[in-house]
């Protein structure tokens, strides 16, 4: 014989069950972790961290930009990007330092350049292809200009944190969680009334 807790029980779990499955693409386990980071100007021109390296896990569908985005917004860093022929490409970066957005310079050839392991790619970050460990770096720079040797802290600002993997995979299931919770509650309610 049921009991209008057994029943409430097993509806809250089916509930649960099915939220979960609604989430397409939602990597439950552990995925590939990459660590990006952006480097620009501060005020006397010397290198500083707009975003300090962060890990972000990725989730089924993430990819190079998605990844570079999250960080940009998680910093609070205003950017422009379009999508083009050739993949997405960064246009500026608005400077946490003075507010000007930083674009290709023509005076000095400096753009938002992309670096993979320490290394100018090739590619435009929408052919990156992410891979555990892999390191994304955007530095303000010229062509065939290395990575900064150096790099200080802007000053000012606060940092956001970083090797945090809950991001907005976890956001999801929490919200699905506390979904089903509610619900499972209010027909716990009901079935007391009942009985």
Request: charged letters at 15%; glycine letters at 10%.
């Amino acid at each position: 014989m049921r009991t209008p807790t057994s029943t409430a029980i097993r509806t809250f779990l089916i509930t649960l069950a099915c939220a979960l499955l609604m989430l397409p693409g939602l990597a439950l386990a552990a995925g590939e972790k990459v660590t990006i980071s952006v480097i620009g100007p501060d005020g006397s021109d010397a290198p500083v961290y707009y975003a300090p390296a962060t890990e972000v896990e990725l989730a089924e569908g993430d990819d190079a930009w998605t990844a570079t985005a999250a960080v940009l917004d998680g910093a609070g860093l205003a950017h422009d990007a379009e999508n083009s022929a050739y993949g997405v490409f960064l246009n500026s970066i608005t400077s946490p330092v003075d507010g000007s957005a930083l674009a290709f310079d023509e005076a000095t050839g400096r753009y938002w350049q992309l670096y993979v392991d320490g290394v100018a790619s090739e590619v435009g970050i929408s052919e990156v292809e992410p891979a555990d460990g892999m390191q994304i770096v955007w530095c303000y720079s010229a062509f065939g200009d290395e990575l900064p040797a150096s790099v200080g802290e802007l000053s000012g600002t606060v940092a956001p944190a970083s090797g945090s993997s809950f991001g907005s995979a976890g956001a999801a299931v929490a919200a699905v969680v506390v979904v089903a919770v509610v619900a499972g509650g209010i027909f716990v309610m009901r079935s007391r009334k009942a009985a």
